[in-house]
C-alpha cells in the first residue's frame, strides 16, 4: 500500500511564476491536508479538502494560493506569481473519512530565486 | 483556541541516556494528540497518538507518551536513546491540527 506521494520532491521558480505542487493520497482517504513549514518553524496548516470541496481554508494566504482535490487525480496546490516569502516545504497530508489520523507525504521543497 | 507548546527546542542527550520531550496543549474538550518524527529533509512518520482510554500510550521504535488532563501534557518517553532517533519531533493536537514548533534532538556517542 503506497504512501502518500507528492511531487516534484523539489521545485525552483523564479519571482513572478506560478508553482504547482501535487499530492496523490494513499489508497482509500477521502481528505487531504496542505501544510507549510518555514526553515527552523514547525507546520502550518493550510487548507483541508474532500474530494471536490474545501473544507477549511483559513490558514490559506488571501491571495495568489489556491487548492483544489478533484473527483479524479491528484490533490494541487497552486502559487501564482510566487514571491521569495513562498520558498519552503510544503507538505501534503491524508486520512480516511472519519478519522482524526493523517498521514504525511514527503514534502515538495520550493525555492524561489 | 487551540494551541500545542514545545517548550524545548533543541535537547542533546548520550546514546543510552533516557529521554523526555515535553509537550502542553490547549483544547476546549478532550484531545486527540499525537506524536511525529522528521527526520532531515522527509516527511512526517507518526511514533504514536492519544484518542482516548489508557493514558498510557506506545508508539514504534520504543517510544511512549503519557496523557496528563490535570497538567495538560502530552511528554514523550524513550528509556534508552539510540543515534538514530536524532531527529525533529513534533507534538500535534488534532481538530484543525496544530502542531508544535518542534524540538530537535541530537544523540551524542
Known amino acids: 500500500n503506497a504512501g502518500v506521494m507528492q511531487n516534484p520532491r523539489h521545485l525552483v521558480r523564479r519571482r513572478g511564476q506560478e508553482a504547482r505542487l501535487r499530492c496523490s493520497p494513499m489508497?482509500?482517504?477521502?481528505?487531504v491536508y496542505w501544510y507549510r513549514q518555514l526553515p527552523e518553524e514547525g507546520l502550518k496548516f493550510m487548507v483541508y479538502?474532500?474530494?471536490?470541496?474545501?473544507?477549511?481554508e483559513s490558514g490559506m494566504p488571501k491571495e495568489r494560493f489556491s487548492a483544489e482535490f478533484p473527483k479524479e487525480g491528484p490533490s494541487i496546490l497552486r502559487i501564482q506569481q510566487v514571491v521569495r516569502g513562498d520558498s519552503a516545504a510544503y507538505f501534503c497530508a491524508s486520512s480516511p473519512w472519519g478519522e482524526e489520523t493523517q498521514y504525511f507525504g514527503p514534502g515538495t521543497r520550493l525555492l524561489v530565486l | 483556541a487551540q494551541s500545542v507548546t514545545q517548550p524545548d527546542i533543541h535537547i542533546t542527550v548520550s546514546e543510552g541516556a533516557s529521554l523526555e520531550l515535553r509537550c502542553n496543549y490547549s483544547y476546549g474538550a478532550t484531545p486527540y494528540l499525537f506524536w511525529y518524527v522528521q527526520s532531515p529533509g522527509q516527511g512526517l512518520q507518526l511514533l504514536l497518538k492519544?484518542?482516548?482510554?489508557?493514558?498510557l500510550v506506545q508508539g514504534i521504535k520504543g517510544f511512549e507518551a503519557e496523557f496528563k488532563r490535570s497538567q495538560s501534557s502530552f511528554n514523550l518517553r524513550k528509556p534508552s536513546v539510540h543515534w538514530s532517533d536524532a531527529a525533529e519531533y513534533f507534538c500535534a493536537v488534532a481538530g484543525q491540527f496544530y502542531f508544535g514548533t518542534g524540538t530537535s534532538l541530537t544523540v551524542i556517542p
Open positions: 489508497k482509500g482517504h477521502s481528505h
Open positions: 479538502l474532500q474530494k471536490e470541496n474545501i473544507i477549511d
Open positions: 492519544y484518542f482516548s482510554g489508557d493514558t
